[in-house]
């Protein structure tokens, strides 16, 4: 099993930023990729961001945050963080990070953290 553990979210107005952190413990080495998703209240989870775990780190974002979020990863701490810039109000949501295996299937969530954004 793998556990993750999100921190960094909060209240901020537009504008700002924030960065939230996700650090993975566990069966690490099971771990291919890396993601970061938000779920509104009565609404689908949307993809945000997600890198690979292994050498390449490759990076891949929805088109909604492209260009101001930033998704990094420390292999040495098993940690990937979001650093999320020029945030606006409709980025308000719980953010999740999640695991997924080598078939790309994301099968391990974290809790959960806040992100409002006031206008």
């Known amino acids: 099993q793998v556990q993750l553990v999100e921190s960094g979210g909060g209240l901020v107005q537009a504008g700002g930023s924030l960065r939230l952190s996700c650090a993975a413990s566990?069966?690490?080495?099971?771990?291919?990729?890396m993601g970061w998703f938000r779920q509104a209240p009565g609404k689908e989870r949307e993809f945000v961001a997600a890198?690979?775990?292994?050498?390449?780190?490759?990076?891949y974002y929805a088109d909604s945050v492209k260009g101001r979020f930033t998704i990094s990863r420390d292999n040495t701490k098993n940690t990937v963080y979001l650093q999320m810039n020029s945030l606006k109000p409709e980025d308000t949501t719980v953010y999740y990070c999640a695991a997924a295996n080598p078939l790309g299937k994301y099968e391990h969530w974290g809790q959960g953290t806040q992100v409002t954004v006031s206008s």
């Open positions: 890198i690979s775990w292994r050498s390449d780190g490759n990076t």
């Open positions: 566990g069966r690490t080495f099971s771990i291919y990729r």
